[in-house]
């Protein structure tokens, strides 16, 4: 079976730009959570998505948003990106809803650099 | 507020040594306790979990860790470590209340050959 896939791998972007990141999960799991990876701030929980809806969000501003889609693949998009934006954004995907017994799978990452 | 603490920012084992790596967390109720670890250009890949039970927990690639609860801890263990072993090393904690996963900020593992 393959395992979370994420597209691009790597990204490079101007302050103000907005960008859009794809993750696709390990077929039949419905849940996808994202995460933002920097050395400072260390695995930062961003937001998961369940059947299409978002479930759980994480302490970031609105710049930050996501949609999945009904194969539950799911995108993020960052709006009006700073500087601190560069990270790895890490795409999770488990079986039914990100509770604290489901494992998750995570993709290999997009990193992206905002110049 | 729920936090993970990861001591150790870097350790440095020569190969074949033991290894302990440190996990604190805090925590009214008792967690669901995870473990993972991060290669260079990967993504993070479990190593073990403890929900509930024995409080030594076996992992794969040869890792343990133990859940002691009078020191709020889940140290992970290995007692002879390879070079293929370095990597980042994540402990995280699952809130039952609000199905939230808090990661650790990391420790990196050096093999010394």
């Known amino acids: 079976k393959a395992g979370v896939t994420q597209t691009p791998r790597y990204l490079i972007k101007t302050r103000g730009q907005q960008v859009t990141l794809s993750c696709s999960p390990i077929?039949?799991?419905?849940?996808v959570s994202w995460y933002q990876q920097t050395p400072g701030q260390g695995l930062q929980f961003l937001f998961e998505?369940?059947?299409?809806?978002?479930?759980n969000k994480g302490n970031f501003p609105g710049r930050f948003s996501g949609r999945q889609f009904s194969n539950s693949r799911s995108e993020m998009n960052v709006s009006t990106l700073e500087l601190g934006d560069s990270a790895l954004y890490l795409c999770?995907?488990?079986?039914?809803?990100?509770?604290?017994?489901?494992?998750?799978?995570f993709g290999p990452g997009t990193r992206l650099l905002v110049l | 507020a729920q936090s993970v603490t990861q001591p150790d920012i870097h350790i440095t084992v020569s190969e074949g040594a033991s290894l302990e790596l440190r996990c604190n967390y805090s925590?009214?109720?008792?967690?669901?306790l995870f473990w993972y670890v991060q290669s260079p250009g990967q993504g993070l890949q479990l190593l073990l979990k403890?929900?509930?039970?024995?409080?030594l927990v076996q992992g794969i690639k040869g890792f343990e860790a133990e859940f002691k609860r009078s020191q709020s801890s889940f140290n992970l263990r290995k007692p002879s470590v390879h070079w293929s072993d370095a990597a980042e090393y994540f402990c995280?904690?699952?809130?039952?209340?609000?199905?939230?996963?808090?990661f650790g900020k990391g420790t990196r593992l050096h093999i010394l050959p």
């Open positions: 077929s039949g799991h419905r849940s």
């Open positions: 925590y009214g109720a008792t967690p669901y």
């Open positions: 998505y369940f059947s299409e809806t978002q479930r």
């Open positions: 403890y929900f509930s039970g024995d409080t």
């Open positions: 999770a995907s488990s079986l039914w809803a990100q509770g604290v017994q489901e494992t998750q799978y």
């Open positions: 995280a904690v699952g809130l039952n209340r609000d199905d939230k996963i808090i």
